[in-house]
Every structure is written in structure tokens, then in C-alpha cells.
């Protein structure tokens, strides 16, 4: 019998993640299905599995005007789940093998109006729960905190260090500062110390223009930011470099039209100030870097862009928000990757009609060309499933790792 081992590598593993023992038959299950699409069985068939981990946005309201916002054309279009549609989603996907649902995206989740039900439905489920939030509405997550367990995160999107960069990154529509959002954060820990709390920075680097008008730079504040962390007992800073969405595409890219010695100037600048924050960390708070900022770093973006033809993760983790079903979050809101309704996990005949979508995405969604501008998170995952797939090596022969973090 082979050893089931302990998953070692949490934040950014995904193919780990995949040979968990609560995901390992599902990954078998979709690795058998592309290996015989068409001869014993339907190709638009998939087996009913729902996705490992989805992306849930609650709301299109957001109460920021972040001028770097990846979804800022799909704010505050006045739609929201409701928590009924929520509660049936819930009941349809967890005896599918729904594992993890991250709140965020598309909106400010803590501006619905059921947000702490929500926390409570899904916590009463089992299921594991991260939190992506502006801030504004820190008082709504304490409400929950002690529903959260260990594996369960909060994470701000602060991106800045100082109140001036702060403000002119997120321009919030109300008198909050900085310091008093910190000041609140650091009381959810003294609320329920097992939360993971993160603090999310979005580098920004010059030249960078969003309709004409230029970014704020946040690189000198990349250390202090750690500092920050420290001083308000946040347990780690997340560092990703800051994504665009192509108006021409719709979709995000990194680095789109930079030329190689302006490239090589931001990685260094990047580098050498993430050194400072690893020392001002000293291993009181995790310094943790990004697939793409990693990529970025080694000066590998032009290889996390080439992507196989088949975005296997589709089939993994999923996009729901108000507008419909994704199948990516780089793609959120866009056409060409919606494979559903906002009702298309809510009841048995409707997810079945998404799963068929979802096959007929698999099977048409051509990610080397429409992924070829995108760092993708998910590129290291999506060529190890499709090497796999094209070895044939028995599935039998992957290993089986412990059950310990399902978020994709």
C-alpha cells in the first residue's frame, strides 16, 4: 500500500493540491476522460464532479474606485446573489466535492447584505473559506471571525504603506484611513486567533497607465509594508505584480508592450526591495511571492505565457458572480469563458446543463492563443496535467498527499 504523504508546499502547489486524498479520484477521473474523449462514452459527458475550489462574488458593489481594478468594468452594476441562490448552490456543489470558496472579485463582498449569513452557511457546511476584502467593512468580518478555523484566511488589499499611496490606489468613498483599517484588522486576531491574516500588495512600477493617467508607484514601500504587517499582527504579506486588462482582449496580461531593458530594470528594483522586506519580516511574518511575481523575478513571464491548448483547470475551479459562471478569474466577465448562468450551479438540471458547457469549453477554448499575454497562475499545473495525459502513465501511479488547503 503506498504512502499517502503530508501536502508540503500550501500556497502555490496546485498540482499538490490536485493528489490530495479528498481530490486524487476526481483528477484520475477528468485525466481518464481526455485521455478517452469519444470512445466509450459522450465527449460532452464529464463526470458530475463540482469544482475542488470557486471563486464567489457575492456582489457587483464596490464602495472603492481603484484605478488598477482588473474588474472595474462590472462594478456596481447593481446585481448581487441572493442567499437563497447562494444556499442552493451550496447544496448542489458541496455532495460534488465543492472544498473551498474564496469571497472576492467583481466587488466588496462585506457590501452584501446577507454577507455574515453567508459566512455562516458555508462554515455550517464544512467547507473552507478565504476572504478578499477592500477593508471598508472590517466591523461585518469581525462579526464572523469566530466561525473561522485553521485553514480559513482573511486578506486585505491594501497595496501601499503610506496613507497618500494608499488613498490614491483605492480612493474610498468614505473617510476611512490607512492606519485605522490596520488598527481594525489586527482586532480580528485578538477575535479569533487562529485566522490566517494576510496583507495583499499589488507592485506597481512607473510608466504603468490606465486610460491615459498614470498609476501610483508603491516600490519603495514594498519593506515598509512588511513592517506594517508585523506591527498589526498580520501573519503574512501576499506580493503580485500589477495585471491589466487588455480593453483589444478583454483579458489580463503582465508586462504587455514593456521592452526588455525597462523588464530588467523593474525585476531588480523588485528584487532588491523584496530582500529589504525579507529582512523586516525577520520570520515574524511569511514574505510570500506570487506564481507570476516568481516568474517575473527569474525572467520566465515569456514561458508562464505559453500555455497548452487545453486550460485543464477549468474543470478544477470555477468563477460565480452575478454576471454568470467563468472559467477562469482572468477572464471574469468575459463572453468567450462563461460557461453558465448565475443559477447554473443552483439545482441539479442546471448544473448538469453548466457541466456540459464546461466539456464544450475543454474542448474549444483554445488557451495557447487566448492565454499567450497572461502570466498564468495556473501554468505549471496545466502542463503537468497535460503531460500526464499524454504520457500514459497509470493514474494509479500518482501519490496521494493528505487532505490539508483546497484552495485553487
Same mark, same amino acid.
Not at 263 to 268: A, D, L
Not at 351 to 355: D, P
Given at each position: 500500500m503506498?504512502e499517502?504523504?503530508?501536502?508540503?508546499q500550501?500556497?502555490?502547489?496546485?498540482?499538490?493540491?490536485l493528489k490530495q486524498?479528498?481530490?486524487?479520484e476526481?483528477?484520475?477521473?477528468y485525466i481518464e476522460?481526455?485521455?478517452?474523449p469519444a470512445?466509450?462514452?459522450?465527449?460532452?459527458?464529464?463526470?458530475?464532479?463540482?469544482p475542488?475550489s470557486i471563486?464567489?462574488?457575492l456582489?457587483?458593489?464596490c464602495?472603492?474606485?481603484c484605478?488598477h481594478?482588473?474588474?472595474?468594468?462590472i462594478?456596481?452594476?447593481?446585481?448581487?446573489?441572493?442567499l437563497?441562490s447562494i444556499?442552493?448552490?451550496?447544496?448542489?456543489?458541496?455532495p460534488?466535492g465543492l472544498l473551498?470558496?474564496?469571497l472576492l472579485?467583481?466587488g466588496e463582498?462585506t457590501?452584501?447584505k446577507?454577507?455574515?449569513?453567508?459566512?455562516a452557511?458555508i462554515?455550517?457546511?464544512g467547507?473552507?473559506l478565504g476572504?478578499?476584502?477592500?477593508?471598508?467593512r472590517?466591523?461585518r #468580518?469581525?462579526?464572523?471571525?469566530?466561525?473561522? $478555523?485553521k485553514?480559513?484566511?482573511v486578506? /486585505?488589499?491594501?497595496? *501601499? =504603506?503610506?496613507? &497618500?499611496?494608499?488613498?490614491r490606489?483605492?480612493r474610498?468613498?468614505s473617510a476611512?484611513?490607512?492606519?485605522?483599517m490596520?488598527?481594525r484588522?489586527a482586532?480580528?486576531k485578538t477575535?479569533?486567533?487562529?485566522?490566517?491574516?494576510g496583507?495583499?500588495f499589488?507592485? #506597481?512600477?512607473?510608466g504603468?497607465?490606465v486610460? $491615459?493617467?498614470?498609476?501610483?508607484t508603491n /516600490?519603495d514601500e514594498? *519593506? =515598509?509594508?512588511v &513592517?506594517l504587517?508585523?506591527k498589526?499582527?498580520?501573519d503574512?504579506?501576499s506580493?503580485?505584480?500589477?495585471l491589466?486588462r487588455l480593453?483589444?482582449?478583454?483579458?489580463?496580461?503582465?508586462l504587455y508592450?514593456?521592452?526588455k531593458?525597462t523588464?530588467?530594470?523593474?525585476?531588480?528594483t523588485?528584487?532588491?526591495?523584496? $530582500?529589504?522586506?525579507?529582512?523586516a519580516?525577520?520570520?515574524?511574518?511569511?514574505?510570500?511571492?506570487?506564481?507570476n511575481l516568481?516568474?517575473?523575478l527569474?525572467?520566465?513571464?515569456?514561458?508562464?505565457?505559453r500555455q497548452p491548448k487545453?486550460?485543464?483547470?477549468?474543470?478544477?475551479r470555477?468563477?460565480?458572480?452575478p454576471?454568470g459562471?467563468?472559467?477562469?478569474?482572468?477572464?471574469?466577465g468575459?463572453?468567450k469563458?462563461?460557461?453558465?448562468?448565475?443559477?447554473g450551479?443552483?439545482?441539479e438540471?442546471a448544473?448538469?446543463?453548466?457541466?456540459r458547457?464546461?466539456?464544450?469549453?475543454?474542448?474549444?477554448?483554445?488557451?495557447?492563443?487566448?492565454?499567450?499575454?497572461?502570466?498564468?497562475?495556473y501554468?505549471?499545473?496545466n502542463?503537468w496535467l497535460?503531460?500526464?495525459?499524454?504520457?500514459?502513465?497509470?493514474?494509479d501511479?500518482?501519490?496521494t498527499?493528505?487532505d490539508d488547503?483546497?484552495?485553487?
Open positions: 503506498k499517502i504523504r503530508q501536502l508540503k500550501r500556497e502555490h502547489d496546485f498540482a499538490a493540491k486524498a479528498s481530490v486524487v476526481r483528477l484520475k477521473a476522460h481526455q485521455r478517452h470512445e466509450d462514452r459522450n465527449p460532452m459527458d464529464l463526470q458530475p464532479f463540482s475542488v471563486n464567489l462574488d456582489t457587483s458593489a464602495n472603492f474606485a484605478p481594478c482588473v474588474d472595474a468594468a462594478l456596481n452594476s447593481g446585481e448581487a446573489l441572493t437563497d444556499e442552493g448552490i451550496l447544496e448542489t456543489l458541496i460534488r473551498s470558496v474564496i472579485g467583481g463582498p457590501l452584501h446577507d454577507f455574515e449569513a453567508v459566512v452557511r462554515k455550517e457546511k467547507v473552507q476572504i478578499v476584502t477592500n477593508g471598508s472590517l466591523e #468580518v469581525a462579526r464572523v471571525a469566530e466561525m473561522l $478555523e485553514h480559513d484566511w486578506r /486585505l488589499s491594501i497595496d *501601499a =504603506a503610506r496613507e &497618500e499611496t494608499w488613498q490606489m483605492h474610498p468613498k476611512l484611513t490607512l492606519q485605522d490596520l488598527a484588522a482586532r480580528l477575535i479569533n486567533p487562529s485566522i490566517s491574516l496583507y495583499s499589488v507592485i #506597481v512600477w512607473e504603468i497607465m486610460n $491615459e493617467n498614470p498609476l501610483a /516600490l514594498i *519593506a =515598509a509594508a &513592517e504587517a508585523a498589526y499582527s498580520f503574512y504579506v506580493f503580485k505584480p500589477c491589466l480593453p483589444q482582449s478583454e483579458k489580463e496580461t503582465l508592450g514593456v521592452k531593458e523588464e530588467n530594470r523593474i525585476r531588480q523588485i528584487e532588491h526591495n523584496l $530582500e529589504q522586506a525579507r529582512k519580516g525577520d520570520d515574524k511574518v511569511k514574505v510570500l511571492e506570487s506564481v516568481r516568474a517575473l527569474e525572467n520566465r513571464i515569456d514561458d508562464l505565457k487545453v486550460c485543464h483547470m477549468q474543470f478544477f470555477t468563477v460565480l458572480s454576471a459562471i467563468f472559467h477562469c478569474p482572468a477572464f471574469r468575459v463572453d469563458a462563461k460557461i453558465g448562468e448565475k443559477d450551479y443552483n439545482a438540471a448544473f448538469m446543463e453548466t457541466q458547457e464546461l466539456a464544450k469549453s475543454l474542448k474549444t477554448f483554445d488557451a495557447a492563443n487566448e492565454c499567450c499575454d497572461i502570466g498564468c497562475f501554468h505549471h499545473v502542463w497535460e503531460d500526464f495525459i499524454r504520457s500514459g502513465q497509470r493514474t501511479d500518482i501519490d498527499l493528505l488547503n483546497f484552495f485553487l
